[in-house]
């Protein structure tokens, strides 16, 4: 089964504190069986965050690999087990900022249009109305389009991978007043964008 598919399991990923430092340790040990693990809890976080990133479902899922094969060839430089989580995304917004800079190089690389985005988890509930699915797609596309980066980044890792600020701000290598007030400033543009339309942000989040 390659990693891709792997990442792509409906799982309930390890939030408590004890846990997600044991797991880090195994996983900078090398052990085989918690970097399985790694790809079974936090692939469909990092792979819908990089979907916001690219904005192409196939380039994100490329990327996804190159993370995962990175957190694997440098497991041994995970310097703070307990801060796994924000390792692995701080790997995938590099890897997602290296796509970037090639396809400013080469814009024969660009992608398409955001049409695999929605909230949550990546393995959605195939029972859920596909009509309904693609007009919360839509409408999520264009408000996050409307969002500097800096406050899309936020948005995404906060509120939609449920990182903690503090997470956060070591994914994007910033201080916590900053996650704050990026999030703020970023939150308030979602509302205003979605009052323009009728909605409110509770309907997609």
């Not at 490329?62 to 796994?84: F, G, I, M, S, Y």
């Not at 190089?105 to 949550?120: E, I, Q, T």
């Amino acid at each position: 089964m390659s990693v891709i598919r792997q990442s792509e399991r409906s799982v309930s990923q390890v939030t408590d504190p004890a846990a997600l430092k044991r797991l880090g340790e195994a996983v900078r040990r090398g052990d085989p069986q918690a970097l399985s693990a790694l790809i079974d809890q936090f692939g469909p976080g990092l792979l819908h965050y990089l979907v916001t990133c690219t904005g192409h479902q196939e380039t994100a899922e490329d990327l996804l690999q190159d993370t995962l094969l990175a957190a694997v060839r440098h497991c041994h430089r995970l310097r703070h087990p307990e801060r796994l989580r924000a390792w692995l995304f701080r790997i995938a917004r590099h890897t997602a900022l290296n796509w970037q800079r090639r396809r400013r190089r080469h814009p024969d690389l660009a992608a398409s249009p955001l049409d695999d985005l929605m909230p949550g988890p990546v393995v959605i509930n195939r029972a859920r109305d596909r009509t309904q699915r693609s007009d919360l797609r839509r409408v999520l596309e264009e408000a996050l389009a409307t969002l500097p980066s800096t406050e899309r980044d936020v948005i995404v890792l906060r509120h939609f991978e449920h990182l903690s600020s503090v997470e956060v701000a070591h994914v994007l290598r910033v201080r916590v007043g900053t996650v704050h007030s990026r999030t703020h400033r970023g939150l308030k543009r979602l509302l205003e964008h979605l009052q323009e339309r009728g909605l409110t942000l509770e309907a997609l989040l």
